[in-house]
C-alpha cells in the first residue's frame, strides 16, 4: 500500500530506491506540507535518472572519441617519426658521420665480394682447365701455349714458372755452365714455391678488408648508438620534460647506426669465411701440382 503523503513507505513501489529516498527528503524541505501522490515521484525519479544517464552517456562518448582522436594523433606522430631517411639527415653530426663511414664501408665490401666472387670462379675454372690439358697433353711446350690463354689459372701460373726455370737449367747443362751443374731440381722448387706464394698473395688481395670491415663495423655502429643516447638524455635535460617526442629522435638515431653497422658485418663476414675456403682449396691443388710437377721433372730430366 501506498501513502497518499510525500514519503512512500513500502517498499513494493517501482520507485523505491535510494533515489527516491534523497528525493522525498528534498521535497518534504522545499515544500513542506505538499501532498505528492507516488506515482508522480516516481516519473520524476525515472526521469531524473534518465536525464543522469543520458548525459554519463554523451560525456562517455565524448571522451572516446577524444582519446580516438588522441591516438590517431600519436599514431600519425609515431608514423611519422620512424622515416629512417629523416632521421638519417635530421642526425646529430658525429651520428651522422658514423651512419656515413658504415655506408661507405659496406659498399666498398660489396664491391669486394662481388670482384673476388667473379675473380675467384673463373680462377677455379680455368685450373680445372688447365688440369685436364696437363694430364692429356705428354709434351710440356704444349702445355705453356695452353697457359699463355689460362692467366687466371693460379695453378696455370705456377707450372709457367716451373716450365721457365727448368729451360734455363736445360740451356745451361748443354752449354756446359756452372749454373746448369749446380741448379738441379732445387731450383725448381724454389721457382714454383715463389710462384705459388705469389698466387696466394694475388687470391688474398682485398679479403683482409672485408674481415675488418666484419670485426670493427659492429664496434663503429656501436659508438654511434652511444653518442645517439647521450644526445637523448641532453635533450631530456634541456626539454625538462620525458615525453615520447623527446626522447624518441635520439634512441632511433642510435639504434639506425647499430642496425647500419650490422648491415655492413653480417655480409663482410660470411664472405670472408666464404672466400677462405675456396683460397684454400686452390691453394691445396697448387701444392699438390707443384709435388706432381716436380716427380715429372724428376724422372724425365734429372735421373
Given at each position: 500500500m501506498t501513502s497518499g503523503f510525500v514519503g512512500i513507505d513500502t517498499p513494493q513501489t517501482p520507485g523505491y530506491n535510494a533515489g527516491s529516498m534523497a528525493l522525498r527528503g528534498l521535497l518534504r524541505k522545499a515544500f513542506p506540507g505538499i501532498r505528492m501522490d507516488s506515482a508522480l515521484l516516481v516519473s520524476l525519479v525515472a526521469g531524473a535518472g534518465a536525464d543522469l544517464q543520458a548525459q554519463d552517456a554523451a560525456a562517455a562518448t565524448g571522451a572516446v572519441e577524444a582519446a580516438a582522436g588522441a591516438a590517431a594523433g600519436v599514431a600519425a606522430k609515431a608514423g611519422e617519426g620512424l622515416d629512417i631517411v629523416e632521421l638519417i639527415s635530421q642526425s646529430s653530426g658525429v651520428v651522422l658521420a658514423v651512419l656515413?663511414?658504415?655506408?661507405?664501408?659496406?659498399?666498398?665490401?660489396?664491391?669486394?665480394i662481388?670482384?673476388?666472387?667473379?675473380y675467384l670462379r673463373k680462377a677455379q675454372a680455368e685450373s680445372i682447365?688447365?688440369?685436364?690439358?696437363?694430364?692429356?697433353s705428354k709434351r710440356l711446350d704444349a702445355i705453356y701455349q695452353v697457359s699463355e690463354n689460362l692467366r687466371r689459372s693460379p695453378i696455370s701460373q705456377?707450372?709457367?714458372a716451373g716450365y721457365v726455370e727448368l729451360s734455363k737449367l736445360k740451356s745451361g747443362q748443354e752449354e756446359g755452365t756452372l749454373v746448369g751443374q749446380l741448379g738441379g731440381l732445387e731450383n725448381v722448387d724454389r721457382a714454383l714455391r715463389r710462384a705459388q706464394t705469389s698466387e696466394i698473395t694475388q687470391l688474398e688481395s682485398?679479403?683482409?678488408?672485408?674481415?675488418?670491415?666484419?670485426s670493427t663495423a659492429p664496434f663503429i655502429g656501436l659508438f654511434g648508438t652511444v653518442w645517439g643516447i647521450m644526445n637523448a638524455f641532453i635533450n631530456i635535460g634541456a626539454s625538462e620534460s620525458a615525453t615520447l617526442a623527446t626522447v624518441a629522435p635520439g634512441i632511433a638515431e642510435a639504434l639506425i647506426a647499430t642496425a647500419i653497422g650490422l648491415v655492413a658485418a653480417i655480409p663482410a663476414v660470411m664472405a670472408?669465411?666464404?672466400?677462405?675456403t675456396r683460397i684454400?682449396?686452390?691453394?691445396?691443388?697448387m701444392e699438390s701440382f707443384s709435388n706432381d710437377f716436380l716427380n715429372i721433372v724428376k724422372r724425365h730430366f734429372f735421373k
Amino acid at each position: 500500500m501506498t501513502s497518499g503523503f510525500v514519503g512512500i513507505d513500502t517498499p513494493q513501489t517501482p520507485g523505491y530506491n535510494a533515489g527516491s529516498m534523497a528525493l522525498r527528503g528534498l521535497l518534504r524541505k522545499a515544500f513542506p506540507g505538499i501532498r505528492m501522490d507516488s506515482a508522480l515521484l516516481v516519473s520524476l525519479v525515472a526521469g531524473a535518472g534518465a536525464d543522469l544517464q543520458a548525459q554519463d552517456a554523451a560525456a562517455a562518448t565524448g571522451a572516446v572519441e577524444a582519446a580516438a582522436g588522441a591516438a590517431a594523433g600519436v599514431a600519425a606522430k609515431a608514423g611519422e617519426g620512424l622515416d629512417i631517411v629523416e632521421l638519417i639527415s635530421q642526425s646529430s653530426g658525429v651520428v651522422l658521420a658514423v651512419l656515413l663511414l658504415l655506408v661507405a664501408f659496406s659498399l666498398i665490401s660489396w664491391y669486394i665480394i662481388g670482384y673476388k666472387a667473379y675473380y675467384l670462379r673463373k680462377a677455379q675454372a680455368e685450373s680445372i682447365e688447365f688440369l685436364e690439358s696437363f694430364w692429356q697433353s705428354k709434351r710440356l711446350d704444349a702445355i705453356y701455349q695452353v697457359s699463355e690463354n689460362l692467366r687466371r689459372s693460379p695453378i696455370s701460373q705456377v707450372f709457367r714458372a716451373g716450365y721457365v726455370e727448368l729451360s734455363k737449367l736445360k740451356s745451361g747443362q748443354e752449354e756446359g755452365t756452372l749454373v746448369g751443374q749446380l741448379g738441379g731440381l732445387e731450383n725448381v722448387d724454389r721457382a714454383l714455391r715463389r710462384a705459388q706464394t705469389s698466387e696466394i698473395t694475388q687470391l688474398e688481395s682485398m679479403v683482409p678488408f672485408l674481415a675488418t670491415t666484419g670485426s670493427t663495423a659492429p664496434f663503429i655502429g656501436l659508438f654511434g648508438t652511444v653518442w645517439g643516447i647521450m644526445n637523448a638524455f641532453i635533450n631530456i635535460g634541456a626539454s625538462e620534460s620525458a615525453t615520447l617526442a623527446t626522447v624518441a629522435p635520439g634512441i632511433a638515431e642510435a639504434l639506425i647506426a647499430t642496425a647500419i653497422g650490422l648491415v655492413a658485418a653480417i655480409p663482410a663476414v660470411m664472405a670472408f669465411n666464404y672466400f677462405n675456403t675456396r683460397i684454400r682449396v686452390l691453394a691445396a691443388e697448387m701444392e699438390s701440382f707443384s709435388n706432381d710437377f716436380l716427380n715429372i721433372v724428376k724422372r724425365h730430366f734429372f735421373k
